[in-house]
């Protein structure tokens, strides 16, 4: 039973990596997005602007129609368009990607590799020759970067040129065209500890093979598999004239078997595409449909019917396994996959739709790990044949694997509504809802598997198995740990399966009253000029000079918090990292939070805008400051970054980023408190 435990584990790991928006990691120490413009032109008053971008792999950038609340869009600013000319409407898009993000609540809008905008213009003044236009966006991987560039449009030749100076953008002109074409400035570099990053391993593909080679064993001890592997081993140790052809024959027969699954999942990735299941696993229909497909895939597993392939199929190939030879070998394992259909077919086809969402070869890699599984046992009992006498006998327990499996299935199903439900934005499903629903499925587990309740297929119980108690007692424990998730409790080990906390009837728990927190309360009149409640009532400053001074005043380090507002990681970090009671009581106690956002939008004052001398960029924004402030200190532009520093500015230690590991980031804290105390 403890292999029923680790599955459920892995489990959860693995949908939680599919709640997550694609991509990880730092690939390159440039801006990722490359830009060229050309011009169209329509009619004698008529053009259109085209912007093309070329996206480094993995990294992505925002629609101009990503819905408030989410990521930064993508916007464009006309300059002098009043008197010239007149945009009209929105730039057209070319196909964009969406993804619900459990962050923030609403969908993302993006573009993956490449994307084209035209912006239709219609001239008010027909002298006018250059049209310049100013493009703000935000490009993100595991990190955000906000990028900002400048096009100037050729009406007479429909060129165009784009700067990355702004005092250059601005000074160009026909007359005087002496400032740099297709000007590249110095791009933000990330620092050397980021760059760290792209040595990290994408541990996703490997958690779907993990979870799909333990999802074939589960399938192996099901009452339609394990009862055959005497009868196949048997089979060819019997109809072969030595030991050694018997061997063989087992080992093609296993090798068979994987390739009739991988050609499954290399089918399913060939017909919708590399990366089209990815886009459609946040689609309200086809959440919905497999939210229906899980509750028939349970069913059958609680013993309301079978899911079974027409009975001609398995003749016809049957007929076929007759054949002998390597072509017999193959028809026999084809017959495997068909008859065993009824019990591996659910488990299967969950499989399929977890690793279709996550796009690229996980439908390949996931049938290839749950193949391995079935097919190993074959080989090695027919290799040691004189194992089979160690094998348990077939009966109920194995339609208690079944049943277990069904339970997990329809806990499954409702992680599918509920995604349908937050892109919808209806509250059919809220986390109260959701958690309700799981702790009466994992609690009616519980009382099956301590035989307080009975389902159509189980044999008589006499006894409980040692084994079957401990499931039970496992199952019981994580469904009492859900009921505080009712209240408010975060429940880090289920993180990304049930709706987010704002996504509640009550955000803040049933009874919350909101308070300071871990041995530090503030009064918000009491707060000093600049500061704010950060995440988990953390006093947090928001002006750079401000901070520091209070943290001269009270005599403690400076942690620089660069940050953004639709920073999903830097929302992670605070989530599941800061939310740590090692870490929290640091944060309040120990140290002096600057929280620096680097896609504010409030302007600056007139006389407080500058042109960047680090980029070249036209700095107007408080978040344009900030990110100036971030590349010209420590010659990074992403976000999240924490820097240590001590009273004269100098840092403590190496600056960190994206760090979801605890223990990792307490060392680093401790490292920095310690080095300027």
């Not at 996206?55 to 992505?60: L, T």
């Not at 368009?81 to 993006?110: L, P």
């Not at 601005?170 to 792209?198: C, T």
């Not at 944060?587 to 939070?593: A, E, P, T």
């Amino acid at each position: 039973m403890r292999l029923f435990l680790t599955l459920f584990i892995a489990l959860i790991s693995f949908g939680q990596s599919f709640a997550q928006f694609p991509g990880s990691g730092l690939q390159e120490t440039k801006t990722p997005v490359e830009w060229e413009g050309s011009v169209n032109q329509l009619s004698d008053e008529e053009y259109e602007l085209i912007f093309d971008a070329e996206i480094e792999k993995e990294w992505h950038i925002y629609s101009q129609f990503t819905p408030d609340g989410g990521p930064i869009p993508m916007m464009f600013e006309f300059v002098d368009a009043e008197e010239n000319y007149e945009a009209e409407g929105d730039a057209k898009e070319s196909e964009t990607k969406r993804a619900f993000n459990e962050t923030f609540g609403v969908d993302e809008i993006y573009f993956e590799k490449n994307a084209t905008f035209t912006q239709p213009i219609t001239l008010i003044n027909k002298e006018v020759d250059l049209i310049k236009v100013q493009l703000f966006y935000q490009v993100c991987k595991e990190v955000c970067i906000n990028e900002e560039y400048y096009f100037v449009f050729n009406l007479k030749d429909k060129s165009a040129k784009v700067f990355t100076n702004f005092d250059e953008f601005e000074a160009y002109s026909l007359d005087d065209n002496s400032a740099k074409e297709e000007v590249s400035g110095d791009k933000p570099v990330i620092s050397e500890r980021l760059q760290k990053e792209e040595a990290k391993v994408d541990r996703g593909i490997f958690t779907i093979f993990w979870v799909a080679f333990l999802s074939g064993f589960v399938a192996l001890l099901t009452p339609c598999v394990f009862p055959m592997i005497p009868m196949t081993v048997g089979f060819f140790t019997k109809q072969s004239k030595t030991k050694a052809k018997g061997v063989r024959n087992a080992l093609i027969y296993g090798f068979f078997i994987v390739i009739i699954y991988v050609l499954l999942g290399t089918l399913v990735t060939a017909i919708f595409g590399a990366d089209a299941l990815n886009a459609l696993s946040t689609n309200v229909t086809f959440n919905i449909i497999f939210f229906v497909l899980l509750l028939i895939f349970a069913a059958s597993f609680l013993g309301a019917f079978e899911i079974m392939l027409p009975n001609s199929w398995a003749n016809k190939v049957d007929r076929q396994a007759d054949r002998g030879g390597i072509v017999g070998i193959f028809f026999m394992a084809l017959a495997l996959a068909i008859v065993s259909f009824s019990c591996t077919g659910p488990i299967v086809g969950t499989l399929l739709v977890e690793a279709a969402s996550k796009g690229g070869l996980a439908p390949i890699i996931g049938m290839l790990g749950f193949s391995l599984a079935i097919a190993i046992p074959f080989a090695l009992f027919a290799m040691f044949p004189g194992w089979m006498n160690t094998l348990p006998k077939s009966g109920g327990w194995l339609n208690t694997v079944k049943v277990v499996l069904g339970f997990l299935e329809l806990a499954l199903a409702f992680k599918f509504l509920s995604q349908a439900d937050l892109v919808l934005d209806a509250h059919w499903l809220e986390r109260e809802v959701f958690l309700a629903i799981w702790i009466a499925v994992f609690g009616t587990l519980a009382l099956y598997l301590f035989g307080k309740i009975t389902l159509p297929h189980d044999s008589p119980i006499t006894h409980i198995s040692v084994g079957r108690l401990s499931l039970g007692l496992v199952i019981l424990s994580f469904t009492i740990y859900l009921i505080p998730g009712l209240w408010g409790a975060p429940l880090k080990l289920i993180s990304g399966f049930p709706p987010p906390m704002n996504y509640s009837e009550s955000p803040y728990g049933v009874g919350f009253t909101k308070t300071g927190g871990n041995s530090t309360t503030y009064n918000e009149s009491d707060f000093p000029e600049h500061a704010e409640l950060g995440p988990h009532d953390i006093l947090a400053f928001l002006d750079y000079e401000a901070g520091l001074a209070y943290a001269k005043k009270e005599g403690k380090p400076v942690m620089i918090d660069f940050t953004g507002k639709a920073c999903i990681n830097c929302r992670k970090m605070e989530e599941r990292v800061w939310s740590e009671p090692q870490i929290l009581g640091k944060l309040k106690n120990d140290l002096v939070i600057i929280s620096l956002y680097v896609d504010i939008k409030e302007k600056l004052p007139e006389e407080e805008q500058y042109t960047s001398e680090t980029t070249g960029k036209r700095i107007r924004t408080v978040g344009n400051k900030w990110s100036d402030f971030q590349i010209e200190r420590y010659g990074v532009n992403a976000q999240p970054y924490y820097v240590l520093i001590d009273h004269n500015e100098e840092m403590l230690n190496q600056p960190a980023s994206y760090m979801p590991d605890v223990d990792e980031y307490e060392a680093w804290l401790k490292e920095g408190i310690a080095n300027f105390k």
